[in-house]
């Protein structure tokens, strides 16, 4: 069973914003570390933000620092990042990612259950 869901990517200008969803059909989603990971072509998967089971902590990594926001709805089951003032840097594919083990780790590895991406695209 597919258990995270992504959506909201799309191709936008530099400068512009986008906002991915994340639905998740995990049991007891609200005891769940939640993340953002991308992966850019060629290039290893990347940390960019994740967030605690009850949303009251989150944290960035500094590429997306005061740019990005996680964000999630316990009642929905679904996480958000707000992506503003994008840059072409950002291209790639943005996985939601989940662990609950609760270390709300800071790397891709640190995750163990993965949706299947979705593509963002930021060009001129």
């Known amino acids: 069973q597919v258990q995270l869901v992504e959506s909201g990517g799309g191709l936008v200008q530099p400068g512009g914003s986008l906002r991915l969803s994340c639905a998740a059909s995990?049991?007891?989603?609200?005891?769940?570390?939640m993340a953002w990971v991308r992966q850019a072509p060629g290039k290893e998967r990347e940390f960019v933000a994740a967030i605690s089971p009850r949303g009251a902590v989150s944290t960035y990594a500094d590429p997306v620092k005061g740019r990005f926001t996680i964000s999630r709805d316990n009642a929905l089951n679904t996480v958000y990042l707000q992506m503003d003032s994008l840059k072409p840097e950002d291209t790639a594919v943005y996985y939601c990612?989940?662990?609950?083990?609760?270390?709300?780790?800071?790397?891709?590895?640190?995750?163990?259950?993965w949706g299947q991406g979705t593509q963002v695209t930021v060009s001129s």
């Open positions: 995990l049991r007891a989603f609200s005891t769940y570390d």
């Open positions: 990612a989940a662990e609950n083990r609760g270390t709300m780790p800071r790397t891709a590895s640190g995750y163990d259950i």
